[in-house]
């Protein structure tokens, strides 16, 4: 699986856009993008994953470059509560396990 | 369904002893994995069931380490022989294929 590098911390003010970027390079053709969160204490959270086309659902946006070695996470109207520590993960799907590669992640600050 | 439990949310226990996790995966997922995360590190892959097969295990797995998944629904995770370099949260997630994992709460041990 493809590395990521993700900033080691950002900071956002409460109600703006939460942009967090990810770059993998390395990435592969058959490597789908994963977006996963952790608040403190708690098991990671599921937010999104795309393969090279822009994903939305209820939590935030995927936008993936067109070459694909980068990504930015859009949390569109950051709360309190998205404080947390953000992974970007590369995956293979169809693989034999699809087992998550996590790095140290992108701590989100949301600012009151 | 509530998602993936995971049981005891902390475990203390002395140098030596033995002790025993329980994951209990979302209904119908197939695939179950479990993860070790140390303060300040994004979660580590140990091992992964598909069914009650179990295909892969990281060389983080040490021989003290056994996992079991014996009818393909829940799983546990034993540590013998307990040493303070154990101590971590362990997390178990779950996934119907190779579509998106969800985890658990995890299990907070701590070795004294």
């Known amino acids: 699986d493809a590395k990521t590098t993700q900033p080691t911390s950002m900071d956002c003010a409460e109600g703006r856009a939460a942009n967090l970027p990810c770059n993998h390079s390395t990435i592969s053709g058959n490597e789908y993008v994963y977006w996963y969160r952790q608040i403190h204490s708690q098991g990671p959270q599921y937010i999104i994953h795309g393969l090279k086309n822009n994903e939305t659902n209820e939590m935030a946006s995927l936008i993936i470059t067109e070459d694909r070695k980068s990504s930015t996470l859009i949390l569109p109207h950051a709360t309190l509560r998205d404080t947390a520590v953000y992974y970007c993960?590369?995956?293979?799907?169809?693989?034999?396990?699809?087992?998550?590669?996590f790095g140290t992640g992108t701590l989100l600050a949301v600012q009151p | 369904d509530t998602g993936v439990s995971q049981n005891p949310r902390h475990k203390i226990t002395k140098r030596g002893q033995n002790v025993t996790f329980r994951c209990d995966p979302i209904s119908e997922h197939n695939r179950l994995y479990w993860y070790r995360q140390t303060l300040g590190q994004g979660p580590e892959f140990l091992t992964y069931f598909q069914n009650e097969a179990q295909l892969e295990k990281s060389r983080l797995l040490s021989d003290r380490f056994s996992a079991e998944r014996p009818k393909g629904s829940f799983s546990t995770l034993e540590i013998q022989r307990t040493e303070q370099g154990d101590s971590a949260m362990y997390l178990c997630a779950s996934s119907l294929g190779s579509l998106e994992a969800f985890f658990g709460q995890g299990t907070r041990l701590t070795v004294v």
């Open positions: 993960i590369v995956r293979l799907h169809g693989g034999a396990t699809n087992k998550l590669i």
